[in-house]
Nanobody, 115 residues
Framework: QVQLVEFGGGPVEPGGYRRLSCAASGSIFRLYTMGWSRQAPGKQRELVAAMTSGGSANYADSVKGRFTISRDNAKNTVYLEMNSLKPEDTAVYYC?????????WGQGTQVTVSS
């Protein structure tokens, strides 16, 4: 069982910056593939960014060049840095951990981009 807790959500103005953090339990965090997804009201959850245990990152086209995923294995933490935020980035952001055939999710953190 992997427990995930997200931090860092809140309101931000268009064009602004926000950094989300996700702390994970477990002694083999370094082996997990970690990801960030988001779900806006009335929409399906979509994958925003993911990073393998080897450090390879992938991004949704909608956030490429604006969002950066990173991880600190010593702290069992994955981050999502979000720049040039747009109103359409407003959503609940979830982190997830993939370990073998299991996929664990955090409780989510709300990001609201509005002036």
């Amino acid at each position: 069982q992997v427990q995930l807790v997200e931090f860092g959500g809140g309101p931000v103005e268009p064009g602004g910056y926000r950094r989300l953090s996700c702390a994970a339990s477990g002694s083999i965090f370094r082996l997990y593939t970690m990801g960030w997804s988001r779900q806006a009201p009335g929409k399906q959850r979509e994958l925003v960014a993911a990073m393998t245990s080897g450090g390879s990152a992938n991004y949704a086209d909608s956030v490429k060049g604006r969002f950066t995923i990173s991880r600190d294995n010593a702290k069992n933490t994955v981050y999502l840095e979000m720049n040039s935020l747009k109103p359409e980035d407003t959503a609940v952001y979830y982190c997830n951990a993939v370990t073998g055939t299991n996929n664990y999710w955090g409780q989510g953190t709300q990001v609201t981009v509005s002036s």
